[in-house]
């Protein structure tokens, strides 16, 4: 397969003294593109082409994920614990805030901007988008209300519920929280040297028209889409401590139990909540949703396709895994792999896992059974790209595998292990495509004939705010995946103009200063994570289906 290399614009940092401030800020320029690298980790020595066997187009996907859309005035936060970063029995509950998180609507609609760009400047080269997961960040309705409104397009109100923010850290005065107004001296100023950027907080809570995305969109379950702050089940009467008009901004003395606080947390969130607390407006909508009403939602949601991947079965069974075939020439099996019982990591539950057998069966005109034979398959070849919201380094979560749900029993719970050794016996699987840790990574899967790429795309909501592009093309003896790193097109540097792409810019020149977020200061990930030409060795008979597949776009 011939070598292919060309650029896109990344945004790389340099590292700079901010005035009157003994401590390093980083600010952003623009460089040229990185150029695509070809891995053959998965496939044997490639034999030469003749160059005239072109490679025939399959399919373009936009990933994007991770957009955490935050109430920021919701009695669920728990902001508050930043302060105490550095307590080791405290870490897993951190990070709790983000200074850029007032801006997130500016950053997402600008990513929703850059897409629609993308897709214009080089029509039908893209097909679809996905989102893996955790599209709001406590699974409030009024969070997923925003989310299918940032998609949809229309009257965007980044401050909805916050009385401008009033209600939200940003606007409580506390030096514990980055205000960029001239008025704040807060520790994020003093310490990390963030700006200030005059009228951005005002700016940040006027409403503004969005775009809308302009490709069809798929969705996916993460854990901040069920659980109380991505971490534990909904309590018995939370609801009521939600949509009421005290948030709390502080934990209580001697409430917190000994030992790790996440794990007591998971047990029961509200003893964190009962310390000291600011007045708010209530609101119903702060309420949680299920996920059956989640499912719901987005059958009932603008855009296209309808359901954006859910169906009318996920509605009558409140799951929320499917598959989409919309692709020529591919299957595209979307899972939930969250742990409703609690804990941040995922797993596959026995239900699941079976269904996910059926699915591969049926793609496969062979396949290795469990003993290492093969066996015939249930219909035609298809390439598989498997989405979820955790990749199997995240797949490590079986609290609570005995105890009853809401859902009814699950079972047996499946981890990494067992899920990809699944995998594997299926030869047709090419891709995995993840969200959750908040890095850009591209890992190989080597397996049985040949494996598969694991490839997960940072957070929208920290460093470095950016999608991924995958193009699926067949060649003579491979299947190509091209990976490619997109930025938002908001300016590198902000200018103080408070416009929707200067807050954009703000947001994340701010992100790219956060070294206690998720992702790290360096989300980024290496050369080898971004623009790579990933191929996969298939059988001869599925590369020519897809051959011809292609060929009848």
């Not at 995240?394 to 609570?400: E, P, R, V």
Request: charged share 25%; with cysteine; aromatic share 8%.
């Amino acid at each position: 397969m011939p070598e292919r290399r060309d650029s896109k614009v990344m945004t790389t940092v340099e590292t700079t003294l901010v005035p009157d401030s003994a401590e390093t800020y980083r600010r952003l320029r623009r460089s040229a593109g990185e150029q695509h690298i070809v891995r053959t980790d998965l496939v044997p020595a490639m034999p030469d082409e003749d160059p005239a066997d072109e490679e025939v187009r399959l399919a373009g996907l936009v990933h994007f994920t991770d957009f955490q859309i935050a109430d920021l005035a919701s009695p669920s936060r728990v902001e508050f614990l930043q302060r105490r970063e550095g307590q080791p029995e405290w870490a897993r509950m951190l990070p709790a805030y983000r200074p850029q998180e007032f801006l997130l609507a500016h950053a997402i609609e600008m990513t929703v901007r850059s897409i629609n760009g993308l897709v214009s400047g080089d029509p039908g080269r893209w097909d679809i988008a996905l989102t893996t997961g955790d599209n709001t960040d406590s699974a409030q309705s009024n969070e997923l209300d925003a989310f299918l409104s940032y998609l949809a397009g229309g009257t965007i109100e980044p401050a909805a519920g916050t009385r401008g923010f009033s209600d939200a850290p940003v606007g409580l005065g506390d030096e514990n929280y980055y205000n960029p107004e001239p008025s704040s001296h807060d520790q994020w100023k003093r310490t990390k040297g963030l700006p200030t950027h005059a009228g951005a907080l005002a700016a940040s809570a006027e409403p503004f028209d969005g775009e809308g995305l302009s490709l069809p969109w798929l969705s996916c379950f993460g854990n901040h889409d069920c659980l109380v702050q991505g971490r534990s089940a909904e309590p018995s009467g939370y609801d009521e401590f939600l949509t009421g008009q005290a948030k709390p901004v502080g934990v209580a003395e001697n409430a917190a139990p000994p030992g790790d606080k996440l794990s007591a947390y998971v047990e029961d969130p509200t003893w964190i909540s009962q310390g000291a607390s600011h007045p708010i407006e209530r609101d119903s909508e702060r309420r949680m949703v299920s996920k059956a009403e989640y499912v719901d939602r987005h059958l009932c949601a603008a855009g296209s396709p309808q359901g954006h991947g859910f169906t009318e079965d996920n509605r009558s069974t409140g799951r929320a895994y499917y598959v989409y075939d919309e692709l020529p020439g591919v299957r595209m099996i979307v899972l939930d792999t969250t742990n409703i019982a609690g804990h941040v990591d995922g797993c596959v539950d026995q239900r699941q896992f079976e269904w996910l057998e059926e699915r591969l069966v049926e793609v496969h005109t062979s396949y290795h059974s469990e003993s290492g034979e093969m066996v015939k398959g249930r219909g035609g070849d298809r390439l598989v790209v498997i989405a979820s919201h955790h990749g199997l380094s995240t797949m490590t979560n079986d609290y609570g595998a005995d105890s009853e749900t809401g859902e009814d029993r699950r079972g047996k719970l499946y981890l990494a292990d067992e899920v990809e050794r699944l995998l594997h016996r299926f030869d047709n699987v090419a891709l995995w495509l993840s969200g959750h840790t908040h890095v850009n990574s591209i890992t190989p899967r080597p397996g049985i004939s040949g494996g598969f790429w694991e490839v997960s795309t940072g957070s929208i909501a920290e460093w470095p705010v950016q999608f991924r592009g995958i193009e699926i093309s067949a060649g003579a003896s491979a299947v190509r995946l091209r990976a490619t790193m997109v930025d938002s097109q908001a300016p590198a540097t902000p200018d103080g103009t408070l416009s929707l792409e200067d807050l954009a810019s703000l947001h994340r020149e701010i992100a790219a200063n956060d070294d206690g977020s998720v992702g790290g200061l360096y989300a980024e990930g290496t050369v080898a994570d971004r623009n790579q030409d990933l191929l996969v060795s298939v059988s001869s008979e599925l590369l020519t289906n897809l051959r011809s597949f292609g060929a009848e776009r």
